[in-house]
């Protein structure tokens, strides 16, 4: 087994989304995590399906995987970023129907997941409303899932309700363990935000594992570097990816990037190669 490196289009703002899907192609990854926004594939902008099967047949050509990102800023609310979510005040079924559309989309596209997460709460709101929120919302989506045969995974984001993998697992017992309810990990938030290191996280995650997103971090500081330039263990992380036997897209996260897209996809996917050069060659843990 190896392992799949695809890119971020949220981290390709600045190209068309064939542009950007044609650039990763040549640099030779194997997938793209889709961001749906209004610079690429905008949910709500009309001829959906045409658009989307524009983009199937693009991604079938390129050879590119895919995954339903679902972290645009501005797409429901132009004032607010990511909102309304899944535990606002109010908005929160305009949440729902966003991510409906994710899945219906990730089913037209043949995707292997759609990731989201829980939103952050507002002043006044204790955790037990947050919660019911929360599991209502999700509930409604994973229902949609089900009827489209969509995996989804939820990512726990640093700031949000549910900003750790421990709230992700709270978050699955509250719904009774649903299958489809996979977890996302993004690497360099478990530097960040969590009390182990990547390779630890990874490995408590397990079979659960449906989506991850990889870049650099510092502890306590949520911002998205590039390899080298934080305390992520690369070959590490990637040998835990290759013990629990992890088979999705592994995609690079770096959505503040768009500046020099190319060039830092370039790099990323030097870094990625090399790094998995050294944990194939590394023993397995046990």
């Known amino acids: ?5 695809g890119y971020g289009t949220n981290g390709f703002a600045g190209h068309r989304l064939d542009e950007a899907l044609g ?11 889709l961001t749906l926004d ?21 991604l079938s050509a390129y050879g590119l995987g895919v995954v339903v990102e679902t972290g645009a800023r501005y797409v429901l609310d132009p004032w607010r970023k990511h909102e309304p979510t899944l535990v606002s005040d109010t908005g929160r079924e305009r949440r729902v129907d966003y991510l409906h559309r994710a899945i219906r989309v990730a089913a037209d596209l043949g995707a292997e997941a759609v990731s989201f997460w829980s939103g952050t709460v507002p002043e006044g709101v204790g955790p037990h409303q947050a919660w019911e ?15 489209h045969d969509v995996r989804c995974a ?27 309810l996979t977890v996302t990990v993004d690497v360099g938030h478990c530097v960040c935000n969590e009390p182990a290191p990547p390779q630890e996280r990874i490995r408590d995650v397990g079979s659960l594992l449906g989506n991850v997103q990889i870049d650099d971090m510092r502890p306590g500081v ?3 570097l590039e390899f ?10 990637l040998r835990a990816l290759l013990d629990v036997g992890y088979q999705g897209l592994v995609s690079v996260e770096l959505p503040r990037h768009s500046h020099a897209a190319p060039a830092v996809a370039a790099r990323s996917l030097d870094a990625l190669r090399t790094a998995r050069a050294a944990a194939l060659a590394a023993e397995v843990t046990p």
Not at 23 to 33: F, K, R
Not at 156 to 180: K, S
């Open 1 to 5: 087994m190896t392992l799949r490196f």
């Open 23 to 33: 650039v990763l192609a040549d640099l030779g990854y194997d997938g793209v995590a």
């Open 38 to 58: 209004h610079p690429h594939l905008d949910p709500f902008a009309p001829d959906l399906a045409a658009r989307t099967d524009d983009v199937r047949r693009r």
């Open 133 to 147: 929120r929360l599991t209502r919302g999700v509930e409604q989506v994973l229902a949609e899932a089900e009827r």
């Open 154 to 180: 939820f990512e726990p984001e640093p700031g949000m309700f549910v900003d750790t993998l421990a709230g992700v697992a709270q978050l699955r017992r509250r719904l009774g363990d649903p299958e489809r």
């Open 222 to 224: 949520h911002e998205h």
């Open 228 to 237: 080298g330039d934080g305390d992520v263990d690369l070959p590490a992380t």
